[in-house]
């Protein structure tokens, strides 16, 4: 983490607030506290954020500000947090069938990893992933604390179509696929919940910043009631405050 | 042919992975909703290289403007960057690129689709947005909605002694260095600034790709994946410069070298793949000024005074890179200017534009009153 932070301009309409150099949830936790706080005080000519692992990208409209008002602004509220006190994160439980046609891979990054597919499940489900942030495609999250026993090399051939939902892991990440895409990582289960909606409101099941937890479906059985309450609008994820 | 429905963009969903989308040549279009008296946030449609076969089943008015894509209407050639009123059964037609690839059509009251995540913008990867999320295809029908004015639209000028935008075919692009210029050496920068690069063909509304010399890192292509600024020059680790445009996904992880300027991203989306751009380094506030001044334009058409029911054919009239007004045998002033010094009994060379064709000619000035001849 930085002492201060770095304003790297990007072009005339952005700017990058950059506040560490590394994959770290301690820095990203401090760029999701600085958007919120961009946000809540509505700071003069920003028209969108896009927090990263380690750094805010500020878009601007230079007809309503400067960028030495913008830049005064935002040094302001990364060293003087005060003012509202934050929202706790959010922990967003996700149901997922592990294995069977849903995750094709688990048996094999079971057996990379020197473990029963049951164990895989276990560390793979008691853990809360932080969204990093978001990209690639609408809706999918960069998630950071895979346990590091279930790190597994991606295909070396990517598949042709990978189903939405999908729920797969690729070295030291894990993942949801928001669209049906082609895709190297190795499948290890599917969520019936819909992860973005265009029309939706929120349009998109996660935001930077977030945590998840992926919660085990019992069956077949259990992920089709799941995925008939999703088409017909009456389910719910579970989301509560983080601890 | 790729014609899609887009307007300034889809801000506010970037955090959530939803590019922004929009039109790649946003002066182009803000500028012909200003003509037929739109938002600014109307959307048009963006027609790329060939342009549609466009039918209208009402009475309107229209402006194209950005590329010259040879627009006829009914026929007749179509003068661009002004409004025209356009009857039921019109027919807009194009007839080959001749300066720039992207066209802009802006119909009174603006397309009316059904606005998704704040805008009606098109993206077709996501396949949301804009008509069905698609480009058009032959046999769509599109509406459009009310216009703002109680009465019907009020179609708008071009401001005095504004001279509309051409392309050509080598394009100087200005950019900022950074984000991550500092993942590059100074003959890296050298060779970012120093050489002329050709837009490949494996370009699209997501980037241009740049053939020739390859730009080195100092250590490595890759950075911690952070936010995809409009315009960013990145270099992946083969060397070859990609700049993001509209399209572009939200996050990447490939040093970006610079960024190019607001005011020149729509001109060099006009770049044809073939042609040439150079780059040349400005600083952010060059950058603000020149947002300023594009602004002002577009604010000059929005207030200024309404076009008349039958234009004129819009004549301008540049001496050595001077705007001139232009006055006929009574008078009357044929397109009005911004003065410049006075220059007498003198022959220039002179460069004309009547209704979308080009003239050159020598022209004598004299001083006559306050007004040039």
Known sequence: MYETPLFLPAGDQALVVELGDAIDAGVNRRVHDLAQRVEAVEVAGV??????????????????????????????????????????????????????????????????????????????????YLVHMMGFTPGFPYLGGL????????????????????????????????????????????????????????????????????????????????????????????????? | MLTTVQDCGRYGFQRFGVPVSGALDEFALRFANALVGNDDGAAGLEMTVVGPVARFLADTWIAVTGADLSPKLDGEPLPQWRATRVSEGGE????????????????????????????????LKARFGGYEGRRLEKGDVLSALPPRGEDGPVPRRLPGGYIVPTYGESHEIRVVLGPQSDAFGPEAIATLLESSFEISLDSDRMGYRLDGPVINHKQGPDIVSDGNPPGAVQVPGDGVPTILLADRGTTGGYAKIATVITADLGRLAQAVPGQTVVFKEVDVEEGHRLI??????????????????????????????????????????????????????KRHS????????????????????????
């Not at chain 1, 954020?49 to 601007?60: C, D, E, F, G, N």
């Not at chain 1, 997922?96 to 029963?116: F, I, K, N, S």
């Open chain 1, 47 to 128: 028209v969108d954020l896009i927090p990263a692992y380690r750094s805010l990208l500020v878009q601007y409209d230079a007809t309503t500000t400067s960028l030495a008002a913008l830049q005064s602004s935002l040094l302001k509220l990364c060293s003087d947090p005060g003012g509202q006190p934050l929202e706790r994160p959010r922990v967003v439980h996700i149901p997922t069938l592990y294995g069977g046609e849903h995750g094709p891979d688990l048996p094999y990054v079971a057996e990379q990893c020197g473990m029963t597919t049951d164990e895989v499940v276990r560390v793979h489900s008691e853990t809360e």
């Open chain 1, 147 to 243: 346990d590091e026993r279930l790190a597994t090399p991606r295909l070396a051939t990517p598949r042709q179509e990978i189903p939405a939902g999908s729920v797969g892991i690729a070295e030291s990440q894990t993942g949801v696929y928001p669209f049906a895409s082609p895709g190297g990582w190795r499948l290890i289960g599917r969520t019936p919940v819909t992860m973005f909606d265009p029309v939706g409101e929120p349009p998109s099941l996660l935001a930077a910043g977030d945590y998840v937890r992926f919660t085990p479906l019992q069956s077949e059985n259990d992920y089709a009631e799941v995925r008939g309450r999703v088409e017909s609008g009456e389910f719910q994820v579970t989301v509560t405050a983080k601890q």
């Open chain 2, 350 to 373: 002179a460069h004309a534009e009547v209704g979308g064709q080009a003239y050159d000619f020598e022209v004598e000035i004299r001083r006559d009153g306050e007004s040039r001849t």
């Open chain 2, 92 to 123: 807009l037609t194009f007839h080959g690129m001749r300066d720039g690839m992207r066209a802009y059509l802006a119909v009174a009251g603006g397309l009316d689709v059904p606005v998704v995540m704040g805008s009606r913008s098109t993206n």
């Open chain 2, 292 to 345: 300023r001044e594009n602004e002002a334009i577009l604010t000059a058409i929005e207030s200024g005074p309404p076009a008349a029911e039958k234009s004129l054919p819009i004549l301008s009239v540049v001496v050595d890179g001077e705007p001139y007004e232009v006055v006929d045998e009574e008078g009357k002033p044929v397109a009005s200017s911004e003065a410049g010094d006075p220059a007498s009994a």
